[in-house]
């Protein structure tokens, strides 16, 4: 070989990646894709529509017929919004992924001596911003529809960090559903259905105990469930441990096994 | 010069029922370009995949500058580029940024890759247009862009598959350059066509390939020699003119003519080309044969596949009449 590196220096010797390298290379994922958030500023808007959506609707549509023991129906489907506002946005990570993967991009970041796991690493944490983003809007909305904390400072960031760390485990999901498909259309459908059976499967809506008994274990025990009792709990500020730490063992189990799963099907992509 | 940058022996690789690859061999040497010829669905995108660590081939064993491109996959990243069929660049990042990213991505530093980047730029002449967002870009100020992100680790084996493919013919000719400038500096190329032209335009070698099999290998003047190079084509315009018109042509060109009936096509072989053409025309015109057409026609890959399945009469029905 002839060609060696510029100014008199050899090229590396093509050993292993090293931490820092994997750290760059995610580094870089991510600043490709907070640029092209920030040059599509109409997906942010058309996302946050759906969720604002939801809000009506269940605020001011449906809100009327729900009794909920103990409080405010504002104050009840509110918090449940904000989660699915941060889920919905999580399908643009399978939906992006996918168009990666048609559009050959992939291809060449898997011909690049980057970290393997670099690609999902760098979107999911680039997606994890246009969630913050998002929930900010909501909270927005949610205050002008009449929705009112209750709770501390610390305990309200708590909150709103346990529905960040809830959505960034199922960006993990929503990656392995975009590698799995490798169409965004296809993407795109399969990632509406977990959100539509842990949304309405849940207490987001209506309180459990309104629900036949044989959906009831299922209904209140399930991720988002947990997950949105903590919120809620934080909020209003009641005691939170048992829900804040059941939500948690369920982010770390969705984020360890699609983490796993994801990046198996990002190496035999198309093998 | 003459080590082997890609030896690749008995490559299989099936997707369900299909045959992609039935078992290719081939070899690359340093500082050449290979050419790897055929028709869509040939397996020529296949086996780029395989040859950039992209895909596991299902047999054989492929080596690229001396990396098992499965055993030692990772090491081979570092030494390859490749820029494939369809431009891998992105559309929401200007020229400069994708360049740079890349840079990153093959571990270089900082103050590093942005040079390259204006380096690949400058080259590519997309200076103007390094710092606008390439869904701006052309389509051929794409290529350019994708080929210069393959090349911005300066990479000893550089794979090109279908390089100049629905490009026009000026930006077909500016990549042709630069493949000759950077072959010329060193680099060891393996680019994909369906193009005879640009096969004998830019490669040392020439393979083949049809259904995942390679089905004849060498330079441009062997497989041009085994096509017997080009053809005086005359069609005249009344079918009872056809005995005359071959006579008149057996004796310009002193072979036995090819005659096609059903065509009222004439044709003999024409290795001097335009003299013959310019001789043949002023004997049809004393004789006062009407012609619908006259012509030279250069072997295409068409020709390449109906001398290589068999030839003559026997062309599958699929291939289009060659263009004249
Ligand atoms: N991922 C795949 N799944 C199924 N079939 C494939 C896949 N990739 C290629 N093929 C098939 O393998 C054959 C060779 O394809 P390809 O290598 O793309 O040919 P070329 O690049 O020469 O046009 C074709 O029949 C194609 O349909
Ligand atoms: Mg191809």
Redesign the pocket.
């Known amino acids: 070989m002839t060609e060696a590196g510029v100014g008199g220096r050899p090229p590396r010797p093509p050993g292993r990646t090293t931490v820092r390298d994997a750290a760059r290379d995610t580094a870089g994922v991510a600043k490709r894709n907070l640029l092209r958030i920030v040059r599509t500023p109409q997906l942010i808007v058309i996302g946050a529509l759906q969720p604002a959506m939801l809000l009506v609707l269940f605020r001011y549509v449906l809100g009327g017929a729900i009794r909920v023991p103990g409080g405010s129906y504002v104050d009840y489907v509110v918090p449940a919004i904000f989660l699915e506002a941060v889920l919905i946005g999580g399908m643009t990570t399978s939906i992006g992924l996918a168009a990666d993967l048609k559009s050959g991009i992939i291809d060449r970041f898997r011909s690049l001596p980057m970290a393997r796991s670099a690609v999902l690493a760098g979107r999911t944490i680039a997606d994890l911003s246009r969630s913050l983003l998002s929930l900010a809007i909501m909270v927005g909305l949610g205050l002008l529809v009449g929705f009112r904390f209750h709770a501390g400072v610390g305990s309200i960031i708590a909150g709103m960090a346990l529905i960040l760390v809830f959505g960034y485990a199922f960006s993990w999901l929503y990656a392995a559903i975009g590698l799995a498909t490798k169409d965004p259309e296809t993407a795109q459908i399969a990632g509406i259905l977990p959100f539509f059976v842990l949304m309405f499967a849940s207490n987001a809506i209506v309180p459990v105990a309104t629900m036949p008994s044989w959906l009831q274990g299922f209904a209140r025990n399930q991720p988002l469930s947990v997950t949105i009792a903590a919120v809620r709990a934080l909020l209003e500020g009641g005691p939170a441990g048992h829900w804040v730490w059941q939500s948690l063992a369920w982010s770390a189990g969705i984020l360890i096994v699609f983490f796993a799963i994801s990046l198996r099907l990002y190496r035999n992509t ?1 093998a | 010069m003459g080590a082997a940058m890609i030896e690749v022996e008995a490559v299989t ?1 099936r ?2 029922s ?4 039935g078992g290719v061999d081939l070899v690359a040497e340093e500082g050449r370009v290979l050419a ?1 010829l ?12 395989i040859l950039t660590t992209l895909l596991r081939p299902d047999s054989g064993r492929a080596r690229v500058a001396g990396c098992d491109v499965v055993a030692d996959a990772a090491a081979l990243r570092h030494l390859i580029g490749l820029a494939g ?1 369809y431009a891998a660049v992105d559309e929401l990042l200007t020229g400069r940024e994708n360049l740079e990213l890349v840079g990153l991505w093959y571990h270089l530093e900082k103050r590093e890759y942005r040079r390259r980047a204006q380096d690949v730029l400058e080259r590519f002449g997309l200076l103007d247009a390094g710092d606008r967002l390439v869904k701006t870009y052309s389509g051929g100020m794409r290529r350019r862009l994708d080929i210069g992100a393959s090349l911005i680790a300066r990479p000893a084996v550089l794979f090109l ?2 390089p100049t493919t629905g490009l026009d013919p000026r930006t077909r000719n500016d990549v042709w350059s630069f493949i000759e400038e950077l072959v010329s500096a060193g680099t060891t190329v393996l680019l ?1 066509t369906q193009l005879m032209e640009e096969a004998e335009r830019l490669a040392h070698q020439i393979v083949v ?1 049809d ?2 099999s390679v089905i004849a290998r060498g330079t441009a003047e062997q497989l041009k020699a085994r096509l017997g190079g080009a053809t005086l084509e005359a069609r005249v315009s009344d079918p009872a003119d056809l005995e005359r018109a071959a006579t008149l042509l057996a004796q310009v060109g002193d072979v036995r003519p090819r005659i096609d009936p059903d065509r009222q096509l004439i044709s003999i072989p024409a290795a001097e080309g335009t003299a013959l053409l310019v001789a043949a025309g002023r004997r049809f015109e004393e004789e006062h044969i009407a012609l619908d057409d006259l012509g030279v026609r250069r072997p295409s890959l068409d020709d390449v596949f109906l001398a290589l399945t068999g030839g003559g009469s026997g062309a599958p029905p699929e291939f289009p009449e060659g263009a004249e």
């Not at chain 2, 299909?18 to 690859?21: C, E």
């Not at chain 2, 869509?40 to 780029?48: D, I, P, Y």
């Open positions: 198309a | 690789k997707f369900g299909t045959i992609a690859l790897l055929g028709p869509n669905g040939a397996g020529k995108t296949t086996l780029v995949r069929q598959d279908e994909t390939i259904t995942g």
